[in-house]
T-cell receptor
Framework: AQKVTQAQTEISVVEKEDVTLDCVYE???????LFWYKQPPSGELVFLIR??????QNEISGRYSWNFQKSTSSFNFTITASQVVDSAVYFC????????????????FGAGTQVVVTP | KAGVTQTPRYLIKTRGQQVTLSCSPI?????VSWYQQTPGQGLQFLFE???????NKGNFPGRFSGRQFSNSRSEMNVSTLELGDSALYLC???????????FGPGTRLTVT
């Protein structure tokens, strides 16, 4: 079963518009981590943010902000005043604790959202 | 600090052959994870290594294997290649198993 759902396949915006990416996750754990990664055309996944399940405080980091709501199992990500360099595929990911090996190292990714920013 | 490096960056193999991909983590990182990315299946977890021990494994056949060396460098091997193994193979490293993972540029494998 898909644990991380990114319903938006592609979002196209004009430069300087805001972009909000939706992410809905599914887990039975009370402790887990959520991530956002960016994959530009070069292919390398770039780490953006990490949030643990106990920290619902929403923050802003530069042009990035995120909205974590446990009640709706959502972890949305916003790019403010988008730029052409923001064009990439954005992935939401979930990490759950594997008790048998005490491991958090398995990231479960959503399908990704392609963001296209035009000048 | 240098990032995660993966070699080779591109590889073309024939069905039935085997291949070994290499990953050097960020200095000081002890955990290495591998992922396969394909257009159809997206990003899928292969396995995770920490202190030379496999801590977690994804749902891939036994043809996919890996190992980690004492210097934290890791290799993954795919035997008896199939056309469906064509993919971007990404390696990621982290300080430990509960920290954020930093990815390398990937190895693009094409099986013909």
């Amino acid at each position: 079963a898909q644990k991380v759902t990114q319903a938006q396949t592609e979002i196209s915006v004009v430069e300087k518009e805001d972009v909000t990416l939706d992410c809905v996750y599914e887990t039975r754990d009370t402790t887990y981590y959520l991530f956002w990664y960016k994959q530009p055309p070069s292919g390398e996944l770039v780490f953006l943010i990490r949030r643990n399940s106990f920290d619902e405080q929403n923050e802003i980091s530069g042009r990035y902000s995120w909205n974590f709501q446990k009640s709706t199992s959502s972890f949305n990500f916003t790019i403010t005043a988008s730029q052409v360099v923001d064009s990439a595929v954005y992935f939401c990911a979930l990490s759950e604790h594997q008790m048998t090996t005490d491991s958090w190292g398995k990231l479960q990714f959503g399908a990704g959202t392609q963001v296209v920013v035009t000048p | 600090k240098a990032g995660v490096t993966q070699t080779p960056r591109y590889l073309i193999k024939t069905r039935g052959q085997q291949v070994t991909l290499s990953c050097s983590p960020i200095s000081g990182h002890r955990s290495v994870s591998w992922y396969q990315q394909t257009p159809g299946q997206g990003l899928q977890f292969l396995f995770e290594y920490f202190s030379e021990t496999q801590r977690n494994k994804g749902n891939f056949p036994g043809r996919f294997s890996g190992r980690q060396f004492s210097n934290s460098r890791s290799e993954m091997n795919v035997s008896t290649l199939e056309l469906g193994d064509s993919a971007l193979y990404l390696c990621a490293s982290s300080l430990s198993h509960s920290y954020e993972q930093y990815f390398g540029p990937g190895t693009r494998l094409t099986v013909t």
